[in-house]
């Protein structure tokens, strides 16, 4: 009597997946380069150089630690790609079809950029400088996410789940194909990062971080990321952007400063005026 087809036919081998076993050691050794707060130069008016020269972007013990986490985040959506991918392929209702398309837009340059690029033309035409600078800022923010994460996507060349849905651990670098990290999800979470940081109203980062997580979730809904490619995209674009944007402050609050300075020591008076720029 032969057996039904099928039941001794051996499983599939599930091996753990190649980003799990490069991201995790990273994680693990994260904290290993974690500097203390006050190690960087003009920390210390007196022992270090002025506190103008210090750079602009810095990287500080609360920079390691969102890497040391979205190391692990990103290493543990890696076990877990084939199951996460199954799940999101099955919420194929019309609904779901419909908010799909409806969020995608949201993480692509090509909407993201005109907008962007609407709003600080608006600011200047209306003579609003305030909507032109923060539009300006949101703008170099995005962008740069969209930079940092094409270079990834280059250099990694993972392939995407559409064109190969059974293997997850599919590398070929400088090959063209692009899945990780996902571009739209880091757009998607450096404009929410730069819109919140533009803002001191309190429902933006309701709506506009829920906003990005749909837009991450549409890429593995239709086929075309893994959901560690969103995690890491999710990750990658809210850091760059929050680095590039908070470094774009400080500039424009060193630019143009003007120091009025008196001694009045030695029984003389003296006057200088300091220029930054």
Do not use: N
């Not at 997946?17 to 490069?22: H, K, N, R, V, Y």
């Not at 980062?205 to 959901?227: E, F, I, M, N």
């Amino acid at each position: 009597m032969s057996p039904e087809p099928g039941v001794l036919a051996p499983a599939r081998p599930r091996h753990p997946p190649t980003l799990a076993f490069i991201l995790l050691p990273l994680a693990l050794g994260a904290s290993a380069i974690v500097a203390p707060a006050a190690t960087c130069a003009g920390d210390d008016p007196g022992t270090g150089p002025a506190r103008s020269e210090r750079p602009l972007v810095r990287l500080t013990r609360s920079d390691a630690w969102f890497g040391f986490a979205t190391a692990l985040g990103v290493g543990a959506a890696a076990f877990a790609d084939h199951d996460l991918h199954r799940r999101a392929r099955a919420t194929d209702g019309d609904g779901a079809r419909r908010l799909a398309r409806a969020v995608q837009p949201l993480g692509a340059p090509e909407v993201v950029a005109p907008v962007l690029l609407l709003s600080y033309l608006a600011g200047r035409a209306l003579d609003r400088p305030a909507l032109a600078a923060a539009s300006e800022r949101v703008g170099i923010s995005v962008a740069v996410a969209g930079v940092a994460t094409g270079a990834l996507k280059l250099a990694i060349g993972r392939v995407r789940p559409e064109d190969s849905a059974a293997e997850s651990d599919s590398y070929q670098p400088f090959s063209g194909h692009a899945s990780f990290p996902s571009g739209h999800a880091a757009l998607a979470f450096a404009t929410a990062t730069a819109l919140d940081r533009e803002t001191r109203a309190r429902w933006v980062p309701w709506v506009a971080y829920p906003t990005a997580a749909l837009v991450g979730w549409s890429r593995a809904r239709d086929d075309k990321h893994w959901a560690s490619d969103v995690v890491a995209g999710a990750a990658l674009g809210a850091w760059t952007a929050a680095k590039t944007h908070d470094a774009l402050r400080e500039r424009a609050r060193r630019s143009g400063r003007v120091g009025l300075f008196l001694d009045g020591g030695s029984g003389t008076v003296r006057a200088a005026v300091r220029l930054s720029f």
